[in-house]
């Protein structure tokens, strides 16, 4: 009878599994107002999420709120990404929310998101087209607002730190519709005056007030320009498109001129070790080249040069030994032949064989005559061809073919009958 009854536990696991395998509430996109807001000692953040009619209990984990660039409060409306999922122990639904954006600026962090994607895969933020900031410029360029605390930060942060740069201020509006334009503007003519370094920012304010610097022409600007550049936009915390672009960013625009200039002192001290290793180098180079030295005089060719000499005496003398018998050994094989040839039968009897050639000339010359085909003719002998080939018999002849009959004073024609 019991057995169609199950426990708590059983219903709420079921629900949660429902819940979570549920492909429409793995991910949530909810907008509402914060309240109960508790930050947990371990980073976590507990909250309820309502509108006019409805809440829901939220919770956003430390490895999630450590992305937030703001703290959330209570009455904050805000934009939230997470999960819906069933808490065991209260069988009660809430959302784990992985991302929150403040209500009002979620069109702009959208827009922040695709323009960085866009540029991001053309290739604009890669390290390999960062320029490198000179470690110590004579001219700073400095785009940014002709008032307020940004320029006089750099102003007198360059001052303190290295005050043999000159800066160079190109005025521009920073903040309001018509400051991407007019940065852009600061930016090129900036980049025509020569400038070891340009920085280009503002200083802290709402993700609205920075925007211009998040706008696609501006980072296009920097991306072109040949001057390197340092971004130094807002607080440490605030990142905009400008800072990815740019060869160099800087958390602040006192960071900025930080990293534009050296500091004297470390200058100086850097000088002073330069000095101290210098010298320790040209003595160390004295004292292995003077060690050197010492060690070439005391080798035996400085101290009895007179070997070398002998040495190659003793080559010379050897070689010439040789020379004089290979001479020797050769005019003795010539003479020798010489001496052959003067006793060699052709010179002792030159008429006896030329007289044994003749004889065997005329010898040669009696066969030849005699296997002439010419002394057969003068005998009255006739030779008979076929189609220009001599022929010895009647074989293969047949009537009507052509002949032809030669004599010692002739040829004719005639025909088979």
Same mark, same amino acid.
């Given at each position: 009878?019991?057995?169609?009854?199950?426990?708590?536990?059983?219903?709420?696991?079921?629900?949660?599994?429902?819940?979570? *395998?549920?492909?429409? /509430? *793995?991910?949530?996109?909810?907008?509402?107002? #914060?309240?109960?807001?508790?930050?947990?000692?371990?980073?976590?953040?507990?909250?309820?999420?309502?509108?006019?009619?409805?809440?829901?209990?939220?919770?956003?984990?430390?490895?999630?709120?450590?992305?937030?660039?703001?703290?959330?409060?209570?009455?904050?409306?805000?934009?939230?990404?997470?999960?819906?999922?069933?808490?065991?122990?209260?069988?009660?639904? =809430?959302?784990?929310?992985?991302?929150? $954006?403040?209500?009002?600026?979620?069109?702009?962090?959208?827009?922040?998101?695709?323009?960085?994607?866009?540029?991001?895969?053309?290739?604009?933020?890669?390290?390999?087209?960062?320029?490198?900031?000179?470690? #110590?410029?004579?001219? &700073?360029?400095? &785009?940014?607002?002709?008032?307020?605390?940004?320029?006089?930060?750099?102003?007198?942060?360059?001052?303190?730190?290295?005050?043999?740069?000159?800066?160079?201020?190109?005025?521009?509006?920073?903040?309001?519709? +018509?400051?991407?334009?007019?940065? &852009?503007?600061?930016?090129?003519?900036?980049?025509?005056?020569?400038?070891?370094?340009?920085? $280009?920012?503002?200083?802290?304010?709402?993700?609205?007030?920075?925007?211009?610097? @998040?706008?696609?022409?501006?980072?296009? %600007?920097?991306?072109?320009?040949?001057?390197?550049?340092?971004?130094?936009?807002?607080?440490?915390?605030?990142?905009?498109?400008? +800072?990815?672009? %740019? +060869?160099?960013? !800087?958390?602040?625009?006192?960071? !900025?001129?930080?990293?534009?200039?050296?500091?004297?002192?470390? &200058?100086?001290?850097?000088?002073?070790?330069?000095?101290?290793?210098?010298?320790?180098?040209? $003595? *160390?180079?004295?004292?292995?080249?003077?060690?050197?030295?010492?060690?070439?005089?005391?080798? @035996?060719?400085?101290?009895?040069?007179?070997?070398?000499?002998? !040495?190659?005496?003793? #080559?010379?003398?050897?070689?010439?030994?040789?020379?004089?018998?290979?001479?020797?050994?050769?005019?003795?094989?010539?003479?020798?032949?010489?001496?052959?040839?003067? @006793?060699?039968?052709?010179?002792?009897?030159?008429?006896?064989?030329? +007289?044994?050639?003749?004889?065997?000339?005329?010898?040669?010359?009696?066969?030849?005559?005699?296997?002439?085909?010419?002394?057969?003719? =003068?005998?009255?002998?006739?030779?008979?061809?076929? @189609?220009?080939?001599?022929?010895?018999?009647?074989?293969?002849?047949?009537?009507?073919?052509? /002949?032809?009959?030669?004599?010692?004073?002739?040829? #004719?024609?005639?025909?088979?009958?």
């Amino acid at each position: 009878m019991n057995d169609k009854y199950i426990t708590v536990t059983q219903l709420t696991r079921y629900i949660k599994y429902k819940i979570d *395998n549920d492909v429409h /509430l *793995n991910e949530v996109f909810l907008k509402g107002e #914060i309240s109960n807001f508790k930050a947990h000692s371990r980073g976590h953040f507990y909250f309820t999420l309502k509108d006019e009619n409805s809440r829901i209990n939220a919770i956003m984990f430390s490895s999630s709120t450590k992305k937030l660039k703001f703290i959330p409060e209570d009455g904050m409306k805000v934009l939230v990404t997470g999960k819906i999922s069933v808490f065991e122990s209260t069988g009660a639904y =809430q959302i784990y929310v992985n991302d929150m $954006v403040e209500d009002g600026v979620g069109n702009l962090y959208i827009a922040f998101e695709q323009l960085k994607k866009k540029l991001e895969e053309e290739g604009l933020f890669k390290e390999e087209h960062k320029k490198k900031i000179p470690k #110590i410029p004579t001219r &700073v360029g400095v &785009v940014t607002a002709p008032t307020g605390a940004a320029i006089k930060d750099i102003i007198s942060t360059i001052k303190r730190r290295w005050p043999l740069t000159e800066i160079y201020l190109f005025p521009a509006l920073v903040q309001g519709e +018509d400051a991407k334009e007019d940065i &852009v503007r600061q930016i090129e003519r900036a980049d025509q005056f020569d400038l070891d370094t340009l920085i $280009v920012g503002r200083g802290g304010g709402s993700i609205e007030d920075l925007w211009a610097f @998040n706008e696609e022409i501006v980072a296009r %600007a920097i991306y072109a320009c040949h001057t390197p550049v340092i971004s130094a936009v807002g607080h440490e915390i605030d990142f905009t498109i400008s +800072d990815f672009v %740019a +060869d160099l960013r !800087a958390p602040t625009p006192t960071g !900025a001129a930080e990293m534009a200039v050296p500091q004297m002192s470390d &200058v100086m001290d850097y000088l002073k070790q330069v000095k101290i290793r210098g010298t320790q180098t040209v $003595v *160390n180079l004295w004292k292995r080249r003077s060690q050197e030295l010492k060690s070439i005089e005391k080798r @035996n060719i400085f101290q009895n040069p007179m070997v070398i000499y002998q !040495a190659k005496e003793m #080559i010379f003398d050897s070689l010439f030994e040789k020379l004089k018998f290979q001479m020797i050994h050769l005019t003795g094989n010539k003479e020798k032949e010489l001496l052959r040839l003067k @006793n060699s039968y052709v010179l002792q009897k030159p008429y006896q064989i030329l +007289d044994k050639k003749s004889n065997k000339y005329l010898q040669l010359l009696s066969k030849l005559e005699t296997l002439s085909p010419l002394l057969t003719l =003068q005998r009255g002998y006739t030779i008979t061809k076929f @189609n220009q080939k001599v022929i010895s018999s009647t074989k293969g002849l047949k009537k009507g073919d052509s /002949l032809e009959i030669e004599f010692q004073d002739g040829s #004719i024609q005639t025909e088979v009958l």
